[in-house]
């Protein structure tokens, strides 16, 4: 088939094909990725309380972000569009991204039932309640490594403080990554906004044992990257783009960080042998912090650890 043809872009052709995927995953994305939610889908996005959103700002930089408000804001009036009734907090970068024609990624999660589901597109409009996004690409995910936790509103909340950019990561920062069993990476192709359907913006969901990501240096971050369902919509984005977005979520106060990084992936290595369950490492410096103490209006209880992290391992064992 022909790169015209496939529903996958030349970078994520090439992780594929160093995978030893390529030509099962060919027949099997015509399959899987539809130019339109089906009605589960549709269903599943209006149940959520909140949503994950990749985006770019106007260097073209990715940024991951978190939507939340009650179940219903997120709702699918046709096959073909997803409104959105909230907006990002002033600071958040998507307040800047949101405009028509802007391409942006969906994630919809349900960590405590490990349900997940993708949607990619372009921002159809804009107002003062929300946005609608125009479908480009909807598919599904593996419920592996989601940790179940079960959010809820705080009722009475007090107001987020300002938003705090810096160039490093503090130590509450580092205290946070290090602890962490999940973040969420926003990537981009080149082209987005621009390109095909399958050359847009990306939102993905990482899970591992808690301390899974390894802080070291001055901000290099080292996330091993276990088996999954082949598709390389992350990798191969970085594979042709090197930047990408973090999002951490401190469950317990509701504080968001969401980081600025360059990122690579590794496919060998004294570390990733080292690393039980490991396929591959994604390192990434840290560029730009962002830190937004309690803008997240939801706490989660303490999770349920997938049991697929059984069969992975810890970086002290790899060090």
């Known amino acids: 088939m022909n790169a015209t043809a496939t529903p996958w872009h030349e970078g994520e052709r090439a992780m594929q094909t160093l995978a030893g995927v390529r030509e099962r995953m060919e027949a099997f994305g015509v399959r899987v990725l539809r130019d339109h939610m089906p009605d589960q889908h549709r269903d599943f996005f209006a149940q959520l309380p909140f949503l994950v959103v990749g985006s770019l700002d106007a260097a073209?930089?990715?940024?991951?972000?978190?939507?939340a408000a009650p179940p219903g804001f997120a709702h699918s009036p046709d096959p073909r569009r997803l409104r959105i009734d909230a907006l990002p907090a002033e600071g958040d970068p998507l307040a800047q991204a949101l405009a028509p024609d802007a391409p942006i990624g969906l994630l919809g999660i349900e960590p405590h039932t490990r349900r997940r589901n993708r949607m990619n597109g372009v921002v159809a409009s804009v107002d003062g309640a929300g946005f609608s996004v125009d479908v480009q690409q909807s598919f599904g995910n593996c419920p592996k490594y989601i940790q179940a936790r079960e959010p809820v509103f705080v009722e009475g909340a007090p107001a987020a403080a300002a938003p705090q950019w810096t160039d490093r990561l503090d130590a509450a920062a580092r205290r946070l990554i290090g602890q962490a069993d999940t973040f969420f990476i926003a990537t981009a192709h080149p082209s987005a906004g621009r390109g095909g359907a399958?050359?847009?913006?990306?939102?993905?969901?990482?899970?591992?044992?808690?301390?899974f990501v390894q802080v070291s240096?001055?901000?290099?971050?080292t996330a091993p990257d276990f088996v999954g369902?082949?598709?390389?919509?992350?990798?191969?984005n970085i594979a042709v783009n090197p930047r990408a977005g973090l999002l951490f979520i401190d469950f317990e106060r509701g504080d968001l960080l969401q980081l600025a990084v360059r990122a690579e992936v590794l496919w060998d290595g004294p570390e990733l042998a080292a690393f039980a369950g490991a396929?591959?490492?994604?390192?990434?410096?840290?560029v730009s912090v962002l830190h937004r103490p309690g803008a997240l209006p939801l706490r989660w209880g303490r999770p349920a650890l997938s049991p697929f992290l059984a069969a992975t391992g810890r970086w002290p064992d790899a060090a």
């Open 279 to 286: 396929e591959r490492l994604l390192r990434m410096q840290v």
């Open 217 to 221: 240096g001055e901000g290099t971050l």
């Open 229 to 236: 369902n082949a598709f390389f919509n992350t990798l191969g």
């Open 60 to 67: 073209s930089q990715p940024w991951a972000s978190v939507l």
């Open 198 to 211: 399958a050359q847009g913006v990306d939102v993905s969901h990482r899970g591992g044992r808690p301390g």
